[in-house]
């Protein structure tokens, strides 16, 4: 069992930042990747970043490439989610979640384990 608890949403403005906590407990051998993605309304999960726990490399969707790092604190089992230059239509709930087959079908959203609650980050003037 892995437990996952995101933080740090909120409402910023366009042109701003936020920096997504996702800190995890329980069983940490049960995944070989961690991944953001976020849902709008009306719209589908999407996958945005995932992170390999291994050697910390990284994928990311188009839509954020160049705005968001994701990261990783061994010491402290948390991912990071920056996120600069937001835009509106980054407007969603962020969840973090477990893989178990690598970061590239994480982002796919494949192979799943674990999801956190989700935390709220809205991007308006």
């Known amino acids: 069992q892995v437990q996952l608890v995101e933080s740090g949403g909120g409402l910023v403005q366009p042109g701003g930042s936020l920096r997504l906590s996702c800190a995890a407990s329980?069983?940490?051998?049960?995944?070989?990747?961690i991944g953001w993605f976020r849902q709008a309304p009306g719209k589908e999960r999407e996958g945005v970043s995932c992170?390999?726990?291994?050697?910390?490399?990284?994928v990311y969707a188009d839509s954020v490439r160049g705005r968001f790092t994701i990261s990783k604190d061994n010491a402290n089992n948390t991912v990071y989610l920056q996120m600069n230059s937001l835009k509106p239509e980054d407007t969603a709930v962020y969840y973090c979640a477990t893989a178990r087959l690598g970061k590239t079908l994480c982002l796919r959203r494949r192979a799943i384990g674990y999801w956190g609650q989700g935390t709220q980050v809205t991007v308006s003037s």
């Open positions: 992170i390999s726990t291994s050697d910390g490399s990284a």
């Open positions: 329980g069983f940490t051998l049960d995944y070989d990747a």
